[in-house]
């Protein structure tokens, strides 16, 4: 039911560059996490899961890598927040970035071998045990 959901909203993204660059972030999210791709809401498209215990007592569970088909820009989340990866997005390519999300125009515009390195290492990162830092503390450290 996932792989069909999954396949449901990819086919309905536009604009066709950002379909086409979902369908490509499938691909390379799967093999950095060696996981399936679920739908999550609004519009995320995750794999795996991490748990989070924050010092001020907040604890959970959410996605451990994922990426969201917007009309503007793909939004790529790094829960570990980009300050963590700044060497490597520093050889991305044309990008954007908040505290936790990269925001991609074009995947063609980038170096996919290092955008699959970011979403492997983050990953790895948070799915290594119960990881403690929210992603602004992160990059204030």
Do not use: N, W
């Not at 449901?8 to 086409?20: I, Y």
């Not at 999210?29 to 609004?42: C, D, I, N, S």
């Not at 969201?68 to 990008?95: E, F, I, M, N, Q």
């Amino acid at each position: 039911m996932a792989a069909a959901e999954v396949e449901e909203f990819l086919a309905g993204v536009t604009p066709a560059v950002r379909q086409r660059d979902a369908l490509t972030l499938v691909e390379l999210m799967r093999r950095a996490t060696g996981e399936e791709p679920v739908l999550q809401h609004p519009g995320i498209v995750a794999f795996g899961r991490y748990h989070y215990e924050y010092a001020s007592g907040r604890s959970g569970d959410a996605a451990a890598a994922g990426f969201a088909p917007r009309k503007t820009a793909t939004v790529v989340y790094l829960s570990d927040g980009t300050a963590a990866h700044a060497d490597a997005l520093s050889r991305l390519g044309p990008h954007t970035s908040g505290v936790g999300c990269l925001y991609l125009k074009r995947l063609d515009d980038i170096d996919l071998t290092v955008l699959e390195a970011v979403v492997r290492r983050s990953y790895e990162t948070l799915t290594a045990g119960t990881f403690g830092t929210r992603a602004p503390e992160a990059s204030a450290g």
